[in-house]
Nanobody, 127 residues
């Protein structure tokens, strides 16, 4: 059974930075695409970023140039470096693992190709 545990959320002022981490266990981490999603209050979940098993990255337009996703296959951990944070980035951020190995992720906002989810970590950006 796949387990994903996020950490690194918190409160930061606009313009600041945070680095989220997601530690995975339960399967061969390096074979699977990983993603980050977020959900703000009273809004639908949205795609933020993803990284394929081969290291190809994907970003939502709203975070492109500010956020960076990367992975450490030795530590079975995926990261989301968030810079130049804005109040509209405030949300619960979820780590997700793809359902199938060696598949490229889509940027579907609902994350239909991701079958494993973490518990979420709150990110709050004050103005």
């Amino acid at each position: 059974q796949v387990q994903l545990v996020e950490s690194g959320g918190g409160l930061v002022q606009a313009g600041g930075s945070l680095r989220l981490s997601c530690a995975a266990s339960g399967r061969t981490f390096s074979n699977y695409a990983m993603g980050w999603f977020r959900q703000a209050p009273e809004k639908e979940r949205e795609f933020v970023a993803a990284i394929s098993w081969s290291g190809r990255t994907y970003y939502a337009d709203s975070v492109k140039g500010r956020f960076t996703i990367d992975r450490d296959n030795v530590k079975s951990t995926v990261y989301l470096q968030m810079n130049s944070l804005k109040p509209e980035d405030t949300a619960v951020y979820y780590c997700a693992g793809h359902r199938l190995p060696y598949r490229m992720p889509t940027m579907d906002p609902a994350g239909v190709d991701f079958g494993s989810w973490g518990q979420g970590t709150q990110v709050t950006v004050s103005s």
